[in-house]
């Protein structure tokens, strides 16, 4: 099975390690053995900017998995929003009212699909490709969550080579390690099976640290300095 | 404290990683330190006539530890139902109602309580040995879970060397590896302190390989092709 | 950030892994990288009279919680009730009654804030410390629940040099070692980053041994005999 995914996540912390907003939106191609993304693409927000009230970020990976999938031809696409799998396709008002989420849960998705069912149906029949809203069930969906960790850190270094320092808030239970010319992700909960990933970076001058972040236990900070 | 417990799992899956059936119910007697079991025993299903619907899995748990406990005489025995560890003879119909479990939880405990009841009562007056309703807490379930695994690649090789190929989704957290003659089975949950099991098994000719399931986070699949 | 937290843990249990009482509280200073204690101190209770009952540990806790606040000047204080951060200072009536919490933990807090919520204000006032109720959020709370565990440990050792034997139930996934004259513990949560504390010991002689509770899984037993 070949699957798209995307996810968002890393974000710039203040110096009391409060969230200012979210930095990556990662999608991923992930084939057998399931472990990493065969390939990855990032895009960027400013987290000075970043709504974190809003649901911005479910728009974005949904415009990003589909940039990528018309490039790979996966077999499926796997969205963070965990539906039990429902097809994005299928999501009309009745369906959502009768989906057993909370009732803000219902109220985000009458506001995304107006933009998100007809996107996907339209793309189900050009391609045949469905759009799962499988969230926290699809490994593809955490390695995607784990790129878009890797992707912020890559952000991070660049923005303290120019402003000195950076303090990023990882996603859940993930962890970085830099080696030469590589940014390297990996997830902290054993029970996923060593899920990882990874991506080249220009060499540069700069120390890193990460550690706990005090006020979020399992979750991971990542600090840069030139 | 000696413990029998028994559990069923391991799962033949379709090309697209959903389940056909249950494969195995295993038995096993846990003894000091906790770890592993000291005796197991199992019974399998025929995945490909699997009522995934229904509870047959509870009433084959309960059969099969009675069937170890009559031989090795344990303390106690744990079933995998979490009813706070309450004994399974004095699950009357008032006593299932004023439970602190779903609506659905309770009508299939009227149900099964309708044989489960008086077994659990005759047998306690033979052997002074109660059966409880404990599930999740007990390290003996979770032991007896990761035998069913362990049983369920064992009937899966046999499978696959008749049939050519076998996809078995094991029990959550959990992995496999085979080493000659040895079937083992680990836990791969780090906070269970290293729980495992294994089983011998003829040598035979086969490849096989473990990796996580695309579309179920946490749980690992295995396959074998002669 | 210098954050001062406390917790109670570590059960005296009997010979069915059930307990009898808890042990001890332990009150830490935590300080970035927040992977251990730089400081830490603990208060023990008498197991044998203790009402597992009742709410007397975070009392205990706040108590501890100042006496080393006193001393070492933290940032901030870290207790351990999962309020969301919510300044105990700020906790009247009206704002128990406002939190998302179970009628059974707002009866709670309206008895606890009878004597938390002035103490608090007042060393606020003086000192401009916030205490939080920020619970299982925290690093710091779990570093001082793994405090709790080795002093719980600690305590038993000296029980079963003067009794014999003692057996005790380790606050969740957590484990001991002990090596000279060393008591460590570790967390088994792959996901936290190797959280960890250790105290120094007198050289003693005695067996000691740890292994998975039966009836708790992700909960290991300590055993000491002299
Ligand atoms: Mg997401
Ligand atoms: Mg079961
Ligand atoms: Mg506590």
Do not use: C
């Not at 927000?45 to 974190?52: G, N, Q």
């Not at 970076?201 to 399992?218: D, H, L, S, V």
């Amino acid at each position: 099975m070949r699957i798209v995914s995307a996810d968002t996540g890393g974000a710039l912390l203040d110096e009391n390690y409060n969230p200012i907003g979210l930095i990556a939106t990662a999608a991923v191609l992930v084939e057998r053995p399931y472990k990493t993304a065969k390939l990855s693409i990032a895009k960027y927000s400013d987290p000075f900017k970043y709504d974190l009230s809003g649901r911005m970020a479910l728009k974005d990976e949904t415009f990003l998995a589909l940039k990528l999938a018309k490039k790979v031809k996966p077999d499926v696409i796997h969205l963070d929003s965990t539906l039990g799998g429902i097809e994005i396709r299928k999501l009309d008002d009745p369906t959502i009212d009768a989906l057993r989420i909370s009732d803000r849960g219902k109220a985000i998705w009458h506001e995304l699909s107006k933009d998100l069912q007809p996107l996907a149906k339209r793309f189900w029949e050009e391609t045949g490709i469905e759009i799962l809203a499988i969230g926290k069930e699809s490994v593809a969906v955490r390695i995607a969550e784990i790129y878009a960790g890797i992707y912020s850190v890559k952000w991070g270094i660049e923005y303290a080579m120019k402003e000195g320092f950076v303090r990023i808030g990882l996603p859940r239970y993930m962890t970085i390690e830099i080696n030469k010319e590589k940014i390297l992700g990996k997830s902290l909960d054993s029970r996923e099976g060593d899920l990882y990933g990874e991506i080249s970076m220009e060499g540069k001058e700069f120390e890193w640290e990460i550690y706990p972040n005090p006020i979020a236990r399992t979750f991971m900070v990542f600090e840069a300095k030139s």
